[in-house]
């Protein structure tokens, strides 16, 4: 009976082992799964509120189509896209917004009535752990002038 338990007790000490190293041996493999996962998740974020700003920066100009006339140009439709990611946390600057597609053609100044405009934001996304790695997002959305 003494041999018995005293085995039993040797059994249990190299299970305890063998749980440590295995457990030291997958840790680093398991925070490299979770900052990846982190990471791929900061980067979705990010392409979600460029795609916003853009959004938000064609629906500012679809709505005041003169904006192409203030000085300068396109101000509040890039003011729009800039607010609207800053409000997600996320800095634009104005050379991140670009406008295309908005075409003047009579006397009365801003975009033509009917005429598509199209608004691109770009970002560029730095992951937090592969550092030396650039992502640049870009997104852009297209509405007509009423």
């Known amino acids: 009976m ?4 005293g085995r039993k007790k040797l059994i249990s000490r190299k299970a305890a082992g063998q ?12 925070l490299i799964v979770a900052i990846g996962l982190f990471d791929i998740g900061r980067a979705y974020y990010s392409l979600i509120v460029v ?5 938000e920066g064609a629906r500012y100009l679809s709505l005041n189509g003169d904006d192409s006339v203030s000085i300068p ?15 997600s946390f996320i800095t634009l600057s104005t050379s ?16 033509d009535s009917g005429t598509p405009a199209r608004v691109t934001v770009t970002h ?6 592969w550092a030396p790695l650039d992502i640049t997002l870009t997104r ?7």
């Open 19 to 30: 749980a440590i190293t295995e457990f030291a041996l997958t840790l680093p493999i398991m």
């Open 51 to 55: 795609t916003n700003a853009s959004r």
């Open 124 to 129: 560029g996304y730095r992951p937090v752990f």
């Open 73 to 87: 140009a396109f101000a509040g439709t890039k003011e729009a896209a800039m607010r609207e990611a800053e409000d």
């Open 96 to 111: 991140d917004v670009s406008i295309t597609g908005c075409v003047q053609t009579d006397a009365f100044p801003g975009c």
């Open 2 to 5: 003494y041999m018995a338990i």
């Open 140 to 146: 852009s959305t297209q509405m007509m002038v009423p």
